[in-house]
DNA sequence: TGTACTACGTCAATTGCGTTGTCCTACGCT
DNA sequence: AGCGTAGGACAACGCAATTGACGTAGTACA
């Protein structure tokens, strides 16, 4: 007996098993065990379940969040959150991450953040702008980390080695800047610049909150 | 007679008419006035010519551009350039905003941000961290803006109407924040909040260099 | 001049995809 | 008992990428 919870779970595992290429109807019938055409029974269509897909990493990236009243540590977590709940399925992110559902978490998620900022002293018109710059980095990084994840381990690490090889090898005639912090990007590189950049995106929230009193 | 540059041309110019799912081997033939499999004599794969595209964005963005001097001036200038750049052929920067590709026009980019921020006064350490958040909240945005043009028309309009559909009509006793906010949430979501996360970005980092000094 | 080779394009076929319409069967309701 | 309906199977359509066999023109070379 399928259902709209199991397609969504097997789905969510295909992905994750066999990358992104593997979510077509016709394998995840054969997953489920059943006719491709049954998915249509419970999905109007490819593009619904993905939406599907989407409003569940939304909903289990908020599972059980508590808000603490202090407005930066909320949103922090929120953000980290996010990305983390992304990063966690690469593969379906990449296809998921971009698309506005309208359902319940997502409008949970909206209405939480909103919350945070007009609490905290926002303007309306600050606060949705904020909202919409927050929400897009997050997603954004989080679908940039998803992807160099989900790339296969050879190209993953063939991408780091860029890095070690190529630019820490640059002359410092030509290439001055690199040269001189080669050993640096080569260790920063290697990790997201989502928190740090969350950082910096609440620093200058918080600055613009404080000039506005 | 065909050619890989006629051929990516064409390519650039039927995706920017007739938008990012026009992009096949067969329409591309037709385009062409030729049979499709005739493509497959100057690239391998289809995935072998986006890369082909994807160079020549890289090539389009960085052309032209001039330092001012004013480092703020010159970043912002930058990412709004590989912005627009990617968001001006959607399918194209799917593929290719997360590679890293160590050619010649990367790492000029990459010494030529380096050095806006080194001149600037920033320390090795900061210059290195705050590059690495530049750049990949740029192709972060980049990617989810170009994600959500590169949607068949029918879903792009979906993905909009929820805002004014869903959104706007949902009760202010339940969700009070989004009520107090659906007018201006809708007008905000449907543009790119890039220009303001840029700008929130450089206002951190101004903020952390006069704090350095 | 004749031969062989290569570059370039066409043609036909294979495979996989989303999606639809039709059929079958079991179950609950009156 | 009869019947509607839910849930699944089956077959088919059209479009996609890709491939290998085939034709054709030009060109190098003996």
Do not use: K
Not at 61 to 77: I, P, S, V
Not at 80 to 88: C, D, F, P, Q, S
Not at 89 to 100: E, M, V
Request: a negative charge.
């Amino acid at each position: 007996m399928l259902s709209r919870e199991l397609i969504v779970d097997t789905a969510l595992r295909l992905v994750g098993q066999q990358g992104a290429e593997a979510l077509t109807v016709r394998r995840l019938g054969t997953a489920l065990g059943a006719d491709p055409s049954a998915v249509y029974r419970y999905f109007h269509s490819t593009d619904d379940l993905l939406l599907a897909i989407a409003e569940e990493l939304i909903a289990r990236a908020q599972d059980g969040w508590q808000a603490t009243g202090n407005w930066r540590a909320d949103l922090r977590e929120i953000g980290l959150r996010i990305h983390a709940g992304y990063r966690a399925h690469p593969q379906a992110a990449l296809l998921a991450a971009h698309r506005t559902t309208g359902r319940t978490h997502e409008i949970a998620a909206v209405e939480a953040i909103l919350g945070i900022l007009r609490t905290a002293g926002f303007p309306d018109r600050e606060a949705v702008r904020i909202y919409h710059a927050f929400v897009d980095q997050s997603l954004g990084f989080a679908v940039l980390d998803a992807a160099a994840l989900a790339l296969p381990a050879a190209a993953q690490s063939a991408d780091q080695r860029v890095w070690h090889a190529s630019y820490a090898r640059l002359d410092a005639g030509t290439h001055p800047h690199i040269a001189a912090t080669a050993h640096l990007l080569a260790a920063d590189m290697g990790r997201s610049a989502y928190q740090f950049a969350l950082d910096l995106l609440l620093d200058a929230a918080e600055a613009r909150l404080a000039a506005a009193r």
